[in-house]
């Protein structure tokens, strides 16, 4: 088994920043994908941002990600970070990282994740 324990969520003003953390622990593991959803209040769990490591990383952001937020990975810590610049009240959410371990290639649906931390709040004041 995997945990996966989030931080850095709370709250902020439009056009601030937060940056969120996620960290594995448990069995170990060296090819896997590392990604960000979020879901708010009524609304699907969406994807956010993924980060793939086989040896090196290559990353994936969503649309509304795009120039606004960053993903990065330490790999020997089995952390991955999401900085989150210029945020906007639309980003509020409760934001869930998640690990694959069984890929092929990148995946945004959540559906295809095997471990889910608990979630953080990001909440985005206007």
């Known amino acids: 088994q995997v945990q996966l324990e989030e931080s850095g969520g709370g709250l902020v003003q439009a056009g601030g920043s937060l940056r969120l953390s996620c960290a594995a622990s448990?069995?170990?593991?060296?090819?896997?994908?590392m990604g960000w959803f979020r879901q708010a209040p009524g609304k699907e769990r969406e994807f956010v941002a993924c980060?793939?490591?086989?040896?090196?990383?290559?990353?994936r952001l969503a649309d509304f990600a795009k120039g606004r937020f960053a993903i990065s990975l330490d790999n020997t810590k089995k952390t991955v970070y999401l900085q989150m610049d210029s945020l906007k009240p639309e980003d509020t959410a409760l934001y869930y990282c998640?690990?694959?371990?069984?890929?092929?290639?990148?995946?945004?649906?959540?559906?295809?994740?095997?471990?889910w931390g608990q979630g953080t709040q990001v909440t985005v004041s206007s």
């Open positions: 998640a690990l694959d371990l069984n890929f092929s290639f990148i995946e945004i649906l959540p559906a295809k994740y095997d471990f």
């Open positions: 448990g069995r170990s593991f060296s090819s896997y994908i």
């Open positions: 980060v793939q490591w086989t040896g090196g990383s290559y990353t």
